[in-house]
């Protein structure tokens, strides 16, 4: 079983703490089996967590063991960081652990070294601090996280849900992800970048709530859509429909077309062994050119790519048994 060890210590962010404890620790297989063992590990036996203290039952003599080591944010980022646990994450790295951090979790991250030469993000009101504290890395304050591999960080807030099922996602595939995102009650994906960046108009009961026509959008992906059509099931005029998508959505409506005609098929390249001719049909496009050209600039690969590269990874039960890749030596002085 994928084991996730979670390092709690002094001045952690309970939030980021909770997230992965409840994501990886909620998520379940086909068979029903858990699919993953969650464990939370101390830098010491007790944790202050600000408005209470913790006791945690394990060591970071767990990181050793672990497949995914997730750091969570800490509340004061000037606070130094014990040497024993950067000693134990970098530790777990060269052992081929995938190492994730959430929110301000990256200056602990960084403080390793291991993020060195990489591209990396945090909370956007952090991401200065971190950009002069560590100038080796390269920070972008504009997305909801950054995946490299072995190393992956996210933004403030419950950009570490994103990231959390991201992860869920690369080891057991869109199906058991996407139950993970409904009970977590998060979007499997979400547009945009940071979203502190973005004010959307929260749904109104008076009639212009888009829920309604986001379904059907998503009952009618096959067909040939156009924007009079979306605005017709919206009962409102094109203009009206645009400002309201725009307000709840923060794209337009042939945006949210596109992007919701890529993720079913990434569901269906995941799950079924349909040609990509098939797959571009049974989404709606009118041509395997025209679905080559959008899927690539959605989901930043081919179809073909996404499917080697997803089928690699997922088994019907279990984990991946491909080991993520090992970084090189470390120096540490």
């Given at each position: 079983?994928?084991?996730?060890?979670?390092?709690?210590?002094d001045d952690v962010v309970a939030f980021d703490l909770s997230i992965p404890t409840e994501v990886f620790g909620r998520v379940r297989l086909p068979s029903g089996r858990p699919g993953y063992e969650v464990r939370v590990c101390g830098a010491a036996k007790e944790v202050d967590a600000g408005g209470f203290r913790l006791r945690v039952r394990h060591g970071l003599a767990e990181l050793r063991r672990a497949d995914t080591v997730i750091l969570p944010g800490i509340a004061d980022i000037s606070r130094p960081v014990p040497e024993r646990l950067l000693r134990a994450v970098r530790r777990a790295a060269r052992a081929g652990a995938r190492v994730a951090s959430i929110c301000s979790g990256a200056f602990l991250l960084a403080a390793t070294g291991l993020l060195d030469g990489r591209r990396a993000t945090t909370h956007w009101l952090a991401a200065g601090e971190l950009a002069r504290r560590f100038p080796l890395v390269e920070v972008d304050p504009s997305v909801l996280y950054v995946d490299c591999g072995q190393l992956l960080t996210s933004a403030g807030a419950a950009a570490g849900f994103d990231l959390c099922l991201h992860m869920v996602r690369l080891d057991h595939g869109a199906a058991v992800a996407a139950e993970a995102a409904r009970l977590a009650v998060?979007?499997?994906?979400?547009?945009?970048?940071?979203?502190q960046f973005i004010v959307h108009a929260p749904p109104t009961a008076d009639g212009s709530s888009l829920r309604r026509v986001l379904d059907w959008i998503e009952e009618n992906l096959r067909r040939e859509i156009a924007l009079g059509d979306i605005a017709r099931q919206a009962a409102m005029s094109v203009r009206s429909l645009s400002r309201h998508f725009k307000e709840q959505t923060g794209i337009t409506p042939l945006q949210w077309l596109l992007r919701a005609r890529v993720r079913r098929a990434q569901l269906l390249l995941e799950t079924t062994a349909r040609s990509v001719e098939r797959v571009a049909t049974d989404v709606g496009f009118g041509s395997v050119a025209a679905f080559r050209q959008h899927f690539h600039r959605v989901a930043g690969t081919s179809p073909q790519a996404y499917r080697r590269a997803f089928r690699s990874r997922t088994r019907p039960e279990g984990p991946t048994t491909r080991a993520a890749p090992r970084l090189p030596p470390i120096r540490t002085g």
């Open positions: 079983m994928h084991r996730v060890a979670i390092v709690a210590f998060m979007p499997l994906e979400r547009d945009g970048g940071q979203a």
